[in-house]
């Protein structure tokens, strides 16, 4: 019996060294498999490394572009304000007509008052300047007088902002309408003056108080002061008119000297300086 139970043992002896020999060597899908994790190891380790030096970098170029309340909160920062372009007069006669009241040879920073108007497209763009703190307009008329006139003025108001207002002119009173036909807006007040860059359609809808501007008009010319952003009466008794009718579709640079100039460059004011002149340099007999 108990040599038969000997036997037994050295028959199961072969077949465990077997069973041990296969349990102890990975078959070759196992170390593939093996293989496959330990790259997936790296190259999740590599991702990670990657994602965070990617996220360091935002948000440096994050924090870098904004800046934080107190509560810690990030907030953009504000958009940079396109500064307001100088209204050129070279161009003037030649690419748009213009309009210059004050002393001979003035431009749009020295004359007291000064428009010009140019086509662009559907659209006329009108640019007014003067030299005032509170307000510079252009009215649309079919005479040379004040009333029933379509009026685009600029207007300073108290916070430092320069509007721009539709107003129809109602005897000597303005009022103003709440349908603007204004757009793409640019004002500033700058050096004591009130300048502006406006653009309305050529054509509109008929209404009483907006005219068409592919027809002819007289450009009323106008400035003054402004009280709490609302215009009071103009500066001098009698402003400058175009002295006839003005066409968008023909630029000319016209000069109209202001009062002060226009006593010397009268014809009478002339004949006399050179009959005095004349005298002085031939004596009395």
Not at 44 to 50: I, K, P, S, W, Y
Request: glycine share 10%; charged share 25%.
């Amino acid at each position: 019996m108990a040599e038969r139970s000997r036997g037994a043992r050295r028959r199961l002896l072969p077949l465990l060294l077997l069973l041990l020999l296969a349990g102890s060597a990975a078959s070759p899908a196992e170390e593939g498999g093996g293989r496959r994790e330990a790259g997936g190891g790296e190259h999740g380790e590599e991702a990670a490394r990657h994602h965070d030096s990617s996220y360091g970098t935002f948000a440096s170029e994050f924090y870098d572009l904004r800046y934080l309340s107190e509560e810690g909160y990030p907030f953009p920062t504000a958009p940079p304000v396109d500064p307001f372009a100088k209204i050129r007069v070279d161009d003037c006669g030649k690419t748009k007509g213009c309009f210059r009241y004050g002393k001979p040879g003035c431009n749009a920073e020295t004359c007291d008052y000064f428009l010009s108007y140019r086509r662009i497209g559907a659209d006329v763009e009108f640019e007014l300047s003067a030299d005032t703190d509170g307000w510079v307009a252009v009215g649309f008329s079919s005479d040379k007088k004040m009333g029933g006139d379509d009026v685009m003025a600029c207007v300073h108001d108290d916070n430092g902002r320069v509007r721009i207002q539709h107003f129809y002119n109602v005897g000597q009173w303005a009022k103003e309408i709440q349908r603007n036909p204004a757009r793409d807006e640019e004002g500033v007040f700058e050096n004591n003056r009130v300048t502006c860059r406006f653009k309305r359609p050529v054509y509109v809808p008929r209404e009483e108080t907006i005219v068409d501007l592919h027809l002819s008009w007289y450009y009323l010319f106008a400035w003054g002061p402004a009280i709490q952003g609302s215009i009071t009466r103009h500066d001098i008794d009698s402003p400058p008119v175009s002295e006839r009718v003005v066409s968008i579709y023909k630029y000319e640079d016209i000069f109209m000297p202001s009062a002060a100039y226009q006593t010397f460059s009268s014809p009478f004011c002339l004949l006399l300086i050179v009959a005095l002149t004349f005298y002085l340099l031939m004596g009395t007999p």
